[in-house]
C-alpha cells in the first residue's frame, strides 16, 4: 500500500501552466528524489503536496484515504492544518523563529496542537535535537548557530510532530559546500531508519546514494522516473542526459 499517492496534478499561475498532470506514489520507507532544472515544477508540486499551494486538478492521498480533490476544491482552514500534520516540511531557508531558542523552536508547534503532554513534548524535543548532533545547542538562538546548524534544527522541528512523511525543498541550496555534507548526514541517516521522505534536491551524487526512487521532473511532467541506477546510470531520454551532463 502507497502511504502518498498524487494522482493527475496541476497547477498554473495566470497563464503559466507549471504542473500539467504529475502521477507518482511512494512506499512507506521509501525516500523519493526530485530532481529537474530550475521552473521545471518540482518546488510546486512539493508546496502543492504541503498545501502551501492548492492543486488546480488531481487527489493527493495518504495511506489509501483522499485528503485533496481538485475537483472539489473547497477545503476549510481547519481541514488544511489537519492534513498538514500527515507531513513535515523544511524549507531552504530554515524559517526558524530568531526570538526563540532551537528548543523552543522544536517545541513551538507541538505546544500550540495540544497533542502531549508538556513534559513528553520538552523530551522529545531534546531527544531530537541529540539526534541530529545539536545536543549542546539546545539554548542557542538561530543567531548564534551555522547554517547547517539552523538546518538541522529545522529538521528536527519538522519530526516534531510525528508525521508520515517528511519532505525537504533544496535542504542545502542555501548552505555553504563546507557545510552541505553536515545536513545531508542527518537526512541520510534518517533514511537508514526507515523516515519516508520526497527531497527535492539539486545534488545528484546524494540523490544517488540515498534515494529508492527518483523523478526527473521538466516542464511540468514527470520525463523520467525509476531507480537511482536507472536515472543516473541508464537514461532513456536525450533531455535527461543532457540535464546530469549539464551538471557534471
Known amino acids: 500500500m502507497s502511504i502518498l499517492e498524487v494522482k493527475g496534478f496541476t497547477k498554473s499561475?495566470?497563464?503559466?501552466?507549471?504542473?500539467?498532470g504529475v502521477d507518482f506514489s511512494i512506499e512507506e520507507g521509501e525516500v523519493l528524489a526530485i530532481i529537474g532544472p530550475s521552473g521545471g515544477g518540482k518546488t510546486t508540486l512539493l508546496r502543492c503536496i504541503n498545501f502551501l499551494e492548492r492543486a488546480d486538478g488531481g487527489t493527493l492521498s495518504i495511506n489509501d484515504k483522499v485528503i485533496y480533490d481538485g475537483s472539489c476544491p473547497s477545503i476549510s482552514d481547519a481541514e488544511i492544518r489537519e492534513n498538514r500534520l500527515h507531513l513535515g516540511m523544511v524549507f531552504q531557508q530554515f524559517n526558524l523563529f530568531p526570538q526563540y531558542t532551537a528548543l523552543e523552536n522544536v517545541t513551538l508547534a507541538?505546544?500550540?496542537?495540544?497533542?502531549?503532554?508538556?513534559?513528553?513534548?520538552?523530551e522529545r524535543a531534546k531527544d531530537l535535537l541529540a539526534r541530529v548532533g545539536l545536543a549542546d545547542k539546545m539554548n542557542n538562538y538561530p543567531c548564534e548557530l551555522s547554517g547547517g546548524q539552523q538546518q538541522r534544527v529545522a529538521i528536527a522541528r519538522a519530526l516534531a510532530m510525528q508525521p508520515d512523511i517528511l519532505c525537504f525543498d533544496e535542504p542545502t541550496s542555501s548552505l555553504d559546500p563546507e557545510i552541505?555534507?553536515?545536513?545531508?548526514?542527518?537526512?541520510?541517516?534518517?533514511?537508514e531508519e526507515n523516515t519516508t521522505m520526497v527531497v527535492v534536491t539539486h545534488e545528484m551524487g546524494f540523490a544517488r546514494e540515498v534515494a529508492d526512487k527518483v523523478i526527473f521532473i521538466d516542464g511540468g511532467v514527470i520525463a523520467e522516473c525509476g531507480t537511482p541506477d536507472e536515472i543516473f546510470g541508464n537514461p532513456k531520454s536525450e533531455r535527461l542526459r543532457d540535464?546530469?551532463?549539464?551538471?557534471?
Open 13 to 20: 499561475f495566470g497563464d503559466v501552466k507549471v504542473l500539467k
Open 110 to 122: 507541538p505546544k500550540l496542537s495540544r497533542k502531549w503532554p508538556e513534559d513528553e513534548i520538552l
Open 180 to 191: 552541505t555534507g553536515e545536513v545531508l548526514r542527518v537526512i541520510k541517516r534518517l533514511a
Open 243 to 248: 540535464f546530469l551532463g549539464s551538471i557534471r
